[in-house]
């Protein structure tokens, strides 16, 4: 069975201090990993997509890596603004079809 | 505006009632999504749709749960006789393929809140 975990579940950070998310999965084939970003009461919004082990990718303050069995989400020097939920879910090969398989996010909490 | 759209974004029912809720996608996907959302969780997928076939559906949705999308544009789901487990923001989402892999992109969300 697909497993996604994130840790840690809530992360305080002080503004300018960059830190680390984690999301470690067991597939049995991996066709994507998706990072989306959620605020409270909103939907998730995409942030990035990666296919293979090595890739990176990056967007303002944030980069995305991809390992075999984890994806970290860098965050440097982040804002108050940067203060989320970060989910990270995994596209398998397989009877799986089309679905996404979501951790249970990282509460991020930036303070100014 | 190009997203994906849902209505209502709020609804409050009484236990017993039946709910339909509305997602339109974005106008060029052909692939609809549906997931549950309840608090402190990620979303767990419910169904999908590729145009009008409904191709996959997930153990969660019992059969009190239903779900259209009726010449493969915008699509329903239903709950009938709600429970108080019921309550969860209702995620949509939409995508077509593109390459490897699709990338889903998710409406605001419908909040029920079963009383």
């Known amino acids: 069975e697909d497993q996604v975990t994130q840790s840690p579940e809530a992360l305080r950070l002080q503004e300018g201090e960059s830190s680390s998310l984690n999301c470690s999965y067991t597939?049995?084939?991996?066709?994507?990993l998706f990072w989306y970003r959620q605020d409270p009461g909103k939907g998730p919004e995409f942030l990035f997509t990666?296919?293979?082990a090595g890739e990176e990718k990056e967007k303002e303050r944030l980069k995305a890596t991809l390992t075999k069995k984890e994806s970290f989400l860098h965050i440097t020097a982040p804002k108050p603004e940067d203060s989320a939920t970060y989910l990270c879910?995994?596209?398998?090969?397989?009877?799986?079809?089309?679905?996404?398989?979501f951790g249970g996010g990282t509460r991020l909490m930036v303070k100014p | 505006d190009t997203g994906v759209s849902q209505n209502p974004r709020h609804k409050i029912t009484k236990r017993g009632q039946n709910v339909t809720f509305r997602c339109d996608p974005i106008?060029?996907?052909?692939?609809l999504y549906w997931y549950r959302q309840t608090l402190g969780q990620g979303p767990e997928f419910l169904t999908y749709?590729?145009?009008?076939?409904?191709?996959?559906k997930s153990r969660l949705l019992s059969d009190r749960f239903s779900a259209e999308r009726p010449k493969g544009s915008f699509s329903t789901l239903e709950i009938q006789r709600t429970e108080q487990g019921d309550s969860a923001m209702y995620l949509c989402?939409?995508?077509?393929?593109?390459?490897?892999?699709?990338?889903?992109?998710f409406g605001p969300g419908t909040r029920l809140t079963v009383l």
């Open positions: 990666l296919y293979s």
């Open positions: 879910a995994v596209h398998p090969f397989g009877d799986a079809g089309n679905m996404l398989t």
């Open positions: 597939v049995s084939g991996l066709r994507g």
């Open positions: 106008s060029e996907h052909n692939r």
């Open positions: 749709f590729q145009n009008e076939a409904q191709l996959e």
């Open positions: 989402a939409s995508s077509t393929l593109a390459g490897r892999t699709d990338t889903q992109y």
